[in-house]
């Protein structure tokens, strides 16, 4: 914008400005008069500026970094002093420990008292933590680290061949004097442990020695003199302890007591630890040394030949008269004193020349770095006056470019206002003052928000708002959208750019204003345009893709990013083959070379299918349908293309699978009443074979003539029979497809139903199976048509899984489920249950298919219809039980059922089915039932088993027939009722008719549906009994007979219950 027009601007004035003239002299100048000239010329002007700055400034840090040395210097000797000086300070430990180790061993020999032995011990340990402190100070250096080991070699050897032994054989004699022998040999143990010791403190000592030497070298003026201070500090402390000592030893010879002992101990203590600390200060001062050698010495034979012979003859109860009244010990004590005095005395003069010499030091120091500082307090002086000369020439050349400032402010279109930091105008241009309607007379000394009253938020959609100075101020370098307002109350859009400066230490705001008005009107129509496409895209529910002439995509919506993959981010400006990936159409590629096409939108436009198969990025793949449409520009040539296209997946799957299931409906009718009509027929057959079953004389069987033929008429009636039973089974199977529905329970012995249908299952193919049952299963209450149509199932599926034979291994085994059980079996309730595996040897199921082989119509299989394990799980939900499934590709696969045991029921007795008993009876008995057969059957075997039968074909004219035997007080004992009646009433209907005539009748449900609601739960629709077509005479003679001598009990049914399936 114009401040930067106006930066450039100054910038060219100020390289005009510092040109030399033409035509100059300087090349007939001397050397000196052309520095100097160059230096005051206004060439290189912000270079010189910066380089006397810089002048200043080094120095500074060059001066700042001798300090810093310095100091660095000064904490790395401190550092290495105080390492140097513990290192001195342990080995001088060390030293006195094995001095005091001596002492123990000897003093325990000499008196065999404990209390040597514990100071003999932890003296032991002492010389151990101090040896690995000393150890991991002298890491770095071998040779002292050698040393080192040396100590601890030596002094483990005395330990070892020396102390340890003697202080055993000591403690072994307990008190027994010493014999000549050991007398002798002890002697020579103590000298040979003295010769070890003596190696040990030699080499300790050449350690002190070395690391004195270092430390002298380190040690300045000042610190020989605080050196000098803690000498004359420890000397009187160590005459403190020498004369506690002696003060000590006296108390105990005139008392006795043992608390003087403690005391002197302590003193003795004192002593060495103090000669310790003034033997490390001392040790680079020669004489200093000898003297504080002459004191340990002279203190040693005053301890062992004063101070130790009284107290222990004192102890033992002699009179110490004698040896008390000896001045030995006195003129020892005399010279130690001396010669304490002596080396204070030196010491002090010896502080004395270090002292003077340190503050010799610190003047010669503190002098080198005043004058350093004083000379840059200089050079930055004269780096200062010359900035300043500098820029006083500079300011009177700015005057001229001030001016031609001015000149361009002034003839700028864009407004440009100056504010303080109040918010307070300082000044305008003309532009600024045709914009707003005011002079800048006028305006000068006014709030700018009178100008600008309110202003929009950086936010999108943002409302104006009160515009404050402070919050203005804040969006310096910024952009800001406001609201201008004139002299006459007009507002109008105004962008603001604002800058700020600082002018004689004043900060101000130089505000740069454009009216915004068109634009903000044409950008309002794009917008309008623009968010109206947008909305459509949005609100179309199929893909939209636009390309250009090149076949790039430019605008993707949301429903075109699901079902390609590809967010619009990254799909603009790719190919439109590269994102909309569908399956070729050779004839839509023939058309469009054909076509001759000049641009890939034109074809676009030809080779694009109806239909085709869309792949998304993800690789999921979709049926879609799509349309293609050009874009023409105004000279009507094709600009782009627009592609709509929509997912018609889902409803091809759903077309193909509601045709599907109309076919299933219709199969499922067409079989449901086959197997109704064939339950019928077959009602009549099992009938008539049962009945003659019954009717053959008894007494033929006795006659010799006519007992084989009686037995093989019997026995082709029991095949006949069974037969008919087998057919009766598969009917009920094909109900259970046709209509499913809830299961008729009772109980029964799992075992021989798994084993029958595993082994009816596998008759004719190349497996076998392999069973392997527990002992003693519990009982199950189930259906035992739709369990073994499970197990049916399943086993055909494994034959299937094994297409060239294998073993189906088939177990069954109680199972108690509990929270402590392992494996958990998921969705599991806890319970006791019946556990039923089915393994076979087969492929194997994959893993992404587990999950649904039980969805209806899920099928892997060419001719498969998806609905053997669907109606497997169906039919074992309904019995409360679980399935589940293993499987491993190659390997084979396991389901597993659940059924809940019935623990409370008896285990039924398995009979033959031939010699079901026929029982007789008396009574009045209704058939209500439309086939003739199924009636003349029951007519005839309830008459021959002693019951009074009439019987009706329509239910309206049962129930007719009841109401009047009822009125004329003939009530039937009994009514067998078909559950499905033609003419509109059935069995249910029927039954509530005849419960409003006679509460108490007993009624007895019949149908060839046996998987209906109403035969699995009779009870709850009023019924007294169920028959499950087809039966035998001895099964209906049975129902009929338990239904008649059953209590009659008054009860309301429920008839809002209806039947399921």
């Not at 680290?145 to 601890?152: S, Y």
């Amino acid at each position: 914008m114009a401040e930067d027009l106006l930066s450039k601007d100054y910038q060219k004035l100020l390289m005009s400005q510092s040109e030399p003239p033409v035509g100059s002299s300087d090349k007939k100048r001397g050397f000196f008069r052309r520095s100097m000239a160059w230096l005051f010329s206004q060439r290189h002007f912000h270079f010189k500026l910066l380089s006397g700055t810089a002048a200043g400034v080094i120095v500074i840090v060059f001066l700042a970094g001798i300090f810093l040395y310095v100091t660095l210097r000064n904490h790395q000797q401190e550092i290495l002093r105080a390492r140097t000086i513990a290192i001195i300070r342990l080995s001088s430990r060390i030293e006195n420990d094995i001095v005091a180790l001596e002492t123990g061993h000897r003093g325990f020999l000499l008196t065999g008292k404990p209390l040597y032995i514990d100071a003999f011990q932890s003296r032991r340990e002492l010389i151990k933590r101090h040896t690995e402190d000393l150890n991991s100070l002298i890491l770095h250096n071998l040779k002292e680290r050698k040393g080192l080991m040396k100590v601890q070699g030596v002094v483990q050897t005395w330990l070892d061949t020396v102390a340890l032994p003697e202080i055993q054989s000591r403690q072994a004699k307990n008190g027994t004097p010493a014999t000549a022998e050991e007398a002798f040999a002890r002697t020579e143990s103590v000298a040979l442990g003295n010769s070890l010791l003596d190696q040990a403190r030699e080499i300790l000592q050449s350690l002190q020695d070395e690391e004195q030497i270092v430390l002298n070298q380190r040690m300045q003026g000042q610190e020989w003199a605080t050196q000098s201070t803690q000498i004359l500090d420890f000397i009187p402390k160590l005459e403190r302890s020498v004369l506690e000592m002696q003060k000590e030893k006296r108390g105990y010879l005139l008392t006795g007591e043992a608390n003087f002992v403690e005391a002197y101990k302590r003193a003795v203590t004192d002593f060495y630890t103090y000669n310790g600390y003034l033997s490390i200060l001392v040790a680079n001062a020669p004489g200093q040394a000898e003297l504080l050698a002459e004191v340990r010495s002279n203190v040693e034979r005053w301890i062992n030949g004063s101070a130790v012979p009284e107290m222990d003859a004192k102890s033992a109860g002699q009179d110490v008269t004698v040896l008390a009244s000896s001045d030995n010990g006195e003129a020892l004590m005399a010279d130690i004193r001396q010669t304490l005095t002596n080396l204070e005395k030196n010491e002090l003069g010896v502080y004395q020349t270090r002292t003077a010499a340190a503050s010799r030091e610190r003047v010669i120091e503190t002098s080198a770095l005043g004058g350093l500082a004083f000379l840059a307090v200089v050079l930055l002086v004269v780096s200062n006056s010359y900035s300043f000369v500098l820029v006083r020439w500079q300011l009177a050349k700015l005057e001229g470019i001030e001016a031609r400032i001015r000149s361009i402010i002034q003839n700028i279109l864009d407004g440009m206002i100056t504010v303080d930091e109040q918010g307070v105008i300082c000044s305008t241009n003309p532009a600024a003052e045709k914009m707003f309607g005011y002079s800048e007379k006028e305006m000068v000394g006014q709030k700018f928000t009178k100008l600008v009253p309110k202003s929009y938020g950086s936010e999108p959609d943002a409302k104006p708002v009160i515009c404050a100075w402070p919050e203005m101020a804040k969006r310096t370098g910024h952009t800001t959208l406001v609201l201008g307002r004139t002299r006459k109350l007009v507002s109008f859009p105004l962008e603001i750019s604002l800058s700020q400066m600082e002018v004689d230490r004043q900060k101000l705001y130089v505000a740069m204003m454009r009216d915004v008005k068109e634009r903000q009107r044409f950008e309002t129509e794009i917008a309008a345009e623009k968010e109206s496409l947008a909305v459509t895209l949005r609100s179309i529910g199929d893909g939209v893709i636009t390309t250009d002439v090149q076949g790039k995509i430019i605008i993707l919506n949301n429903e075109a990013e699901r079902l390609t993959g590809w967010p619009s981010r990254e799909a603009i400006g790719k190919p439109l083959r590269a994102v909309f990936n569908i399956a070729s159409d050779p004839a839509a590629q023939t058309r469009a070379q054909q076509s001759g096409y000049r641009t890939e939108a034109q074809s676009i436009l030809v080779g694009l299918p109806e239909n085709a198969t869309l792949t998304s990025r993800d690789g999921t793949a979709r049926v879609i349908e799509q349309t293609a449409s050009p874009i023409r520009d105004d000279k009507n040539e094709v600009a782009g293309v627009v592609l709509v296209f929509r997912d018609i997946t889902e409803r091809q799957r759903g077309e193909t699978e509601r045709r599907k299931a109309e076919t299933l409906e219709q199969l499922g009718l067409l079989a449901g009443g086959i197997a109704h009509d064939f339950n019928n027929l077959l009602t009549a057959i099992i009938g008539n074979i049962s009945l003659a079953s019954l009717l053959l004389p008894p007494e033929l069987s006795q006659l010799p003539s006519a007992a084989k033929d009686y037995g093989e008429m019997a026995a082709r009636l029991v095949d006949a029979k069974n037969a008919s039973m087998r057919a009766r089974d598969l009917a009920q199977q094909l109900l259970t497809f046709a209509r499913g529905g809830a299961p008729i329970k009772k109980s029964a012995s799992i075992g021989k139903l798994i084993q029958d249908t595993v082994s009816f299952s596998l008759r004719g193919t190349h497996s076998r199976g392999e069973f392997q049952f527990g002992a003693d299963l519990w009982p199950v209450e189930i259906d035992p048509g739709q369990i073994s149509q499970v197990i049916a199932n399943l086993v055909v599926n494994a034959h299937q899984a094994m297409p060239n034979g294998g073993t189906l291994h088939v177990s069954c085994e109680n199972f108690r489920y509990n929270a402590n059980t392992t494996p958990v079996v998921p969705d599991l309730p806890p319970g006791d249950y019946i556990r039923i595996s089915i393994r076979d040897e087969g492929t194997g199921i994959p893993e992404e298919y587990l999950k649904r082989i039980f969805d209806p119509y899920f099928t892997t299989k060419a001719k498969g219809n998806g609905l053997g394990l669907a109606t497997t799980y169906s039919i074992i939900k309904n019995h409360n039980g679980l399935i589940t499934v293993k499987s491993q590709l190659h390997v084979g696969s396991t389901f597993t059922l659940y059924l809940p045991a019935a623990l409370h029921q008896e285990m039924p007795a398995e009979q033959p089915r031939a010699v079901t008993p026929a029982m007789t009876g008396s009574g009045r008995v209704l058939v209500v039932d439309d086939e003739e057969s199924v009636r003349t059957l029951v007519h005839f075997t309830l008459t021959r088993l002693g019951y009074e039968v009439m019987e009706t074909e329509t239910a309206l004219q049962g129930v007719n027939l009841y109401l009047e035997k009822f009125q004329a007080g003939e009530r039937f004992d009994a009514v067998i009722l078909d559950l499905t009646l033609p003419g509109g009433m059935g069995g249910k209907e029927a039954l509530k008719k005849l419960i409003e005539i006679d509460p108490t009748v007993n009624a007895i449900v019949s149908s060839g549906y046996a998987t209906d609601a109403t035969m699995s739960r009779y009870q709850d629709f009023g019924f007294r009994g169920v028959i499950a077509k087809p039966y035998e005479a001895a099964e209906l003679g049975k129902i009929v007979h338990d239904v008649i001598k059953s209590s009659q009990v008054n009860f309301v049914p429920d008839y809002s219950m209806q039947a399921v399936g």
